[in-house]
């Protein structure tokens, strides 16, 4: 052989040395078949001609020969990983697939006994977990949460002997927690919340792991006592919620601990003894949750080493009637405060004034007596002390601060109510039962002050109101005539039902394009939960007559859900009476908690559910009726503002120092960049709450105008949120087929499976667009273009710097042309092809709000 044939060879091997990482049986090629396979292509992310140690979220050994971690979280890799792809990295120590959409694991994965970090977490992974993760022998961090895994818990986790983080949450794990795993002795983080586990703990359970700081245990069915918890020695935040303990709560308090939520469990004896036990330092303790189990004896009232709490709930127990604690001041850095169903008795103290970082206090369900104290709590966000035995005025005070309170409610006192400002809606869902007995003029902190024409405005005003008073009492004339204005009380006949108490069924409704069915066999018997007023009996008679039996001249709309009613509950209850249609994959007692849990997710953004009634095999949810309709209507149906049909043709806008809209007409409400941009933010909020503020996260699936309601006061409302879990997987195809218009991309591809935060996403960014243009997603004209839709249009718009002809005429000069343009930008982000470009609601949140500051300044 010659030399020029050896310089041939080492040219040769130059040239190759780029494609060495992906030649057969080599880590290069392993990585690279997996990422290609689960839907990443070359040309978004990765060069696959260059070594595989030089990509992103691969890392290499010194000599880089071998790959040893791979990283490669929220890249959209979806379906099941093949065979012989990342199970072949034999030296691989570091695997995190996290927040993805896989849905299966191959079967050598299990083969990788080098591995000491596996995240798996936030997919859609299926089917039961192997014995042979028992081959993890090295293994330290193991996260499994957020997937659909079944089965039980398999016993060879007893090998992971070096393991310190278990994470097993929010799957469908099964049975009892597995003895075996008190060998995990290495354990420091523990958390098997919300799966179906039941039975008792293992025998020695906390005592074997001498390390153990996080224990969370929340929203399964283990029993158990408190004695199970009796050698805790260095957990510091504790989570048992939603099973069903019990014993003395007094066992559980031990040294260090700073989280303690043992809530909805059934713990009883009493509490006053747990400031005795004097193995508990209490100035540890941040965050205590002990309602709904049952408790009795005094509350604490020696709060002296609790200074660091934030969270108290002391909520739905069996406590003996005493008298609101008066040294609450010593808690100076609670932030949450309830003590609803507590039995407490005699006058709120003034010293809770005291608290001023509290932003929350519910004392609703008590013996309260006396007035409301000056509260000068600058946080408060909720105040609730309904269902007591106040009297008095409202402390002007409060009444300030309404607007700025993301909930309240002083319902069923003996308060009287000085203020002609609040809205019949308002009075009817948070006033019920108080007196508004004060002339207008009692609260002049209340009324703007007006000009000698502005106070013909008020005389002419109050004539109004008092006639609305007497059409009031006339009540059926009332609504003969249809003297209806923004300033009225709804008041509606309610069809007797009384005279079907004994109905065979099955009923059938039909409306114009839907039909349900009802297996009611006696419609009195058929319990209707309504959360806030737990001790009204409505039944399914009164939903019949509230609906007239679901006629179609009480058919709202017909969604995706199913069609919606309109009502009236006995107490002149305002209600948007829902019917899901879908067949449900869960059980009545499923169906119940997952109501229940959503009847607790509370935002000033989302429409609440009120309530609901599971009639035969139909679900139905109730929620609060939203007078002004929803946006599409705004947008659309209705080019001078709001669905309804009252006469708002005096109405007028006004600005104020506040929030710049007071009291406005709805043509002029179109017409404003400010309200729409109102409507924007409000919406984000809603979405941001859902995706990032609820755990689990929950996806709406059908964001779109026609979802996002208006509230009596001009606020904007997200629906339906949370519904489609209630169907289980009986709603998929309904759900992938989306929303004309609203479609994301994704949703196209064979691939797609479930819907995500992203796409939820999307679906905003077009109803951003919808408001900053008055266009609708499909089938309007967009100028210059042919076969076009909203977002294609908007979006090539943008590309060429021409956003601005996008905008609506409307409102063109209502606000900064620059605000606008750059709002069409946040819906440009929002409608990026790829999820992974796509913001997330808590950014967008973050945009809109600096907008919004950059305009008021």
Not at 476 to 504: D, H
Not at 534 to 554: K, Y
Not at 748 to 754: A, K, L, V
Not at 803 to 812: L, M, Q, V, Y
Request: glycine share 8%; aromatic share 10%.
């Amino acid at each position: 052989m010659g030399f020029g044939f050896f310089v041939s060879l080492l040219v040769l091997s130059l040239f190759l040395k780029p494609l060495a990482c992906q030649q057969p049986n080599t880590d290069g090629f392993f990585v690279s078949q997996f990422l290609q396979k689960m839907g990443l292509s070359s040309s978004q992310l990765y060069n696959f001609s260059a070594p595989v140690c030089s990509w992103k979220g691969v890392f290499c050994d010194a000599k880089k020969e071998y790959v040893i971690g791979l990283e490669v979280s929220r890249l959209e890799l979806s379906g099941s990983i093949p065979d012989t792809t990342i199970g072949k990295l034999t030296k691989l120590q570091t695997l995190d697939l996290s927040n993805n959409k896989i849905t299966g694991l191959p079967s050598d994965l299990w083969s990788l006994g080098s591995l000491k970090y596996l995240n798996l977490s936030h997919n859609q992974i299926s089917g039961s977990l192997p014995n042979n993760i028992g081959n993890f022998g090295l293994l330290e961090s193991f996260d499994l949460s957020s997937n659909n895994f079944s089965g039980e818990i398999p016993a060879a986790i007893s090998s992971l002997v070096s393991l310190r983080v278990l994470k097993l949450s929010q799957n469908l794990f099964e049975n009892s927690i597995p003895s075996g795993i008190v060998s995990c002795q290495s354990l420091f983080w523990i958390d098997l919340s919300s799966n179906r586990l039941n039975g008792s703990l293992p025998d020695g359970f906390v005592a074997a792991f001498p390390k153990l700081q996080m224990l969370n245990l929340a929203g399964n069915e283990i029993s158990g006592r408190d004695s199970d918890f009796s050698e805790m020695k260095s957990i510091t935040s504790l989570n048992i919620s939603g099973n069903m303990f019990q014993g003395s709560v007094v066992g559980v308090f031990k040294e260090l601990l700073e989280v303690v939520d043992l809530s909805r469990n059934q713990f009883q004896g009493h509490i006053s003894q747990v400031q005795f036990n004097t193995s508990y330092n209490w100035s540890h303790l941040v965050y205590l949750d002990l309602s709904e189990n049952q408790l009795g004896g005094e509350i604490l009232h020696n709060w002296n080493q609790a200074q660091n709490l934030k969270h108290l709930n002391l909520a739905d127990n069996r406590f003996t009637r005493q008298e609101f604690p008066r040294n609450m001041e010593m808690l100076l850095s609670l932030e949450y405060l309830n003590l609803s169903k507590t039995s407490l008795t005699g006058r709120i103290p003034a010293e809770v004034s005291k608290l001023s970082n509290l932003n929350t206090l519910d004392l609703s369900q008590n013996h309260l007596i006396g007035h409301i104290p000056l509260l000068s709590i600058r946080n408060l966000q909720v105040f609730d002390v309904s269902f007591n035995n106040l009297s008095g005025e409202i402390p002007a005070s409060l009444l300030e601060k309404l607007p700025w309170l993301e909930r309240f409610n002083f319902s069923y006192n003996n308060l009287t109510l000085c203020a002609s400002e609040i809205s019949p809606e308002t009075l009817q869902t948070s006033f019920f039962g108080s007196s508004n007995s004060c002339p207008i003029a009692a609260n002049p902190v209340l009324l703007r002050r007006r000009t000698t024409k502005d106070k013909h405005k008020g005389l002419k005003l109050a004539l109004v109101l008092t006639f609305s008073m007497v059409c009031l009492l006339a009540g059926l004339l009332f609504l003969a005539f249809g003297c209806r204005r923004k300033t009225r009380m709804w008041e509606v006949k309610q069809p007797s039902y009384k005279e079907e108490q004994n109905i065979s069924g099955p009923f059938s409704f039909q409306t114009d394009s839907t039909t349900w069915v009802a297996d009611v066999k006696q419609a009195t018997s058929v319990p209707v939960v309504i959360f806030e007023k737990p001790l009204l009996n409505f039944t399914f008679s009164d939903l019949l007559s509230a609906t007239s039996n679901f006629d179609r001249g009480t058919l709202l709309a017909e969604g995706k859900f199913g069609p919606v009613y309109r009502g009236f509950l006995p107490g002149g209850i305002h209600v948007a009476v829902k019917v899901l249609v879908h067949g449900s994959t869960l059980t009545d007692q499923e169906t119940a908690r997952e109501f229940e849990y959503l009847g607790r997710i509370k935002h000033p953004n989302l429409v609440p559910l009120t309530g609901y009634c599971l009639a035969g095999d139909q679900r139905i949810a109730i929620y609060d009726y939203m007078e002004n309709g929803n946006l599409q209507n705004l947008l659309y149906d209705l080019p001078l503002g709001v669905q309804t049909t009252e006469d708002w043709s005096t109405d007028t806008w006004e600005e104020d120092d506040n929030n710049g809209i007071q009291n406005v007409g709805s043509e002029g409400l179109l017409t404003t960049w400010r309200f729409r941009h109102k409507i924007a933010l409000g919406t984000a909020r809603a979405l941001a709450f859902l995706h990032h503020g609820c755990s689990p996260p929950i996806i709406h699936r059908d964001v779109k105008a026609s979802s996002v309601y208006l509230d009596y006061n001009l606020e904007p409302r997200l629906s339906d949120f949370g519904l489609a879990k209630i169907f289980g997987n009986g709603l998929d195809e309904e759900i992938s087929r989306g929303s004309p218009g609203y479609l994301p991309p994704e949703f196209s591809q064979p691939e797609y499976d479930t819907p995500t935060p992203k796409s939820d996403v999307y679906c905003f960014g077009v109803v951003l667009f919808e408001l900053i243009t008055g266009k609708k997603p499909i089938g309007d004209d967009y100028p210059e273009e042919k076969d076009a839709t909203l977002v294609s249009w908007v979006r090539g718009l943008v590309k060429k710097n021409r956003g601005a002809s996008a905008i609506d005429p409307k409102i063109r000069d209502t606000g900064p042309d620059d605000q606008m343009e750059e709002a069409l930008k946040i819906g440009y982000l929002c409608t990026a092809d790829l999820p992974l470009k796509r913001p997330s609601m808590h950014q967008i949140v973050g945009l809109l709000k600096d907008m919004e500051q950059t305009g008021n300044q």
